[in-house]
């Protein structure tokens, strides 16, 4: 039986644990509304964030600016009881899901915004009021400070969907007004927040590099 080198083993070993997984957020991008004229894009932020104000918050004007924002929170979570959800349908106990926060904070009232975001497992359903993004908050887990629970979710005349022919991808049709437009996706289990990410990857790949040139100079 081949015997790994120590010192290999436990690179290995503490990349992995160095190295969390992450997902699920997989594209956007603004394609209209007066946010695409001031220069918004999409922005998939990593907790914790420091583009807030104060750093690692939202919900209270933190942002202020014409980009879409999206950020992962709790992956893949056993669910003990159903999560209600004001568009698509409400994931039960039993099931898994994985939660993301999407939101649009610009500096003007009246700003708009069209554009969309892709997962990459299917949409369960979205949390769009008051009531069910502040009842979902035990599924965030990510340390950041929600601000203004009582004024999250969506004004009249927002518009957000699952798209009818791709189930990975929300779309958005929104005009903000202080603090903002704040909704809360349920996805499927997701496949990528299993994977190592490309950090670890390239630390796995230099071990077995160091392993095939220590075979290589036994033989």
């Known amino acids: 039986m081949m015997r790994f080198p120590r010192l290999v083993v436990a690179a290995i070993v503490l990349c992995f644990a160095i190295f969390p997984a992450q997902a699920t957020i997989i594209s956007g991008a603004v394609t209209g509304g007066s946010a695409l004229d001031l220069g918004g894009t999409f922005i998939n932020l990593t907790v914790p964030f420091s583009s807030s104000t104060?750093?690692?918050?939202?919900?209270?004007?933190?942002?202020?600016?014409?980009?879409?924002?999206?950020f992962n929170e709790e992956q893949n979570i056993v669910l003990t009881s159903t999560v209600a959800v004001d568009i698509g349908t409400s994931p039960t106990a039993g099931q898994v899901v994985a939660s993301h926060y999407?939101?649009?904070?610009?500096l003007s009232t009246g700003t708009t915004q069209t554009g969309y975001i892709?997962?990459?497992?299917?949409?369960y359903g979205v949390a769009t009021s008051t009531a069910n993004l502040n009842n979902s908050d035990f599924l965030a887990n990510t340390g950041v400070t929600y601000e203004n629970p009582?004024?999250?979710?969506?004004?009249?005349?927002?518009?957000?969907?699952?798209?009818?022919?791709?189930?990975?991808?929300?779309?958005?049709?929104?005009?903000?007004?202080?603090?903002?437009?704040?909704?809360?996706?349920?996805?499927?289990?997701?496949?990528?927040?299993e994977l190592p990410e490309p950090g670890t990857?390239?630390?796995?790949?230099?071990?077995?590099?160091?392993?095939?040139?220590m075979r290589r100079r036994r033989a």
């Open 102 to 106: 999407i939101f649009f904070d610009p």
């Open 54 to 70: 104060p750093t690692n918050t939202v919900g209270d004007d933190n942002f202020q600016t014409p980009h879409l924002y999206g």
């Open 150 to 193: 009582t004024l999250r979710g969506l004004e009249a005349g927002d518009v957000v969907s699952i798209d009818g022919s791709d189930s990975t991808r929300l779309n958005v049709n929104w005009t903000a007004a202080s603090p903002g437009d704040y909704v809360r996706v349920f996805t499927m289990h997701s496949a990528l927040a």
């Open 201 to 213: 990857l390239i630390v796995f790949g230099f071990g077995l590099l160091g392993i095939g040139a």
């Open 118 to 123: 892709l997962f990459d497992a299917d949409i």
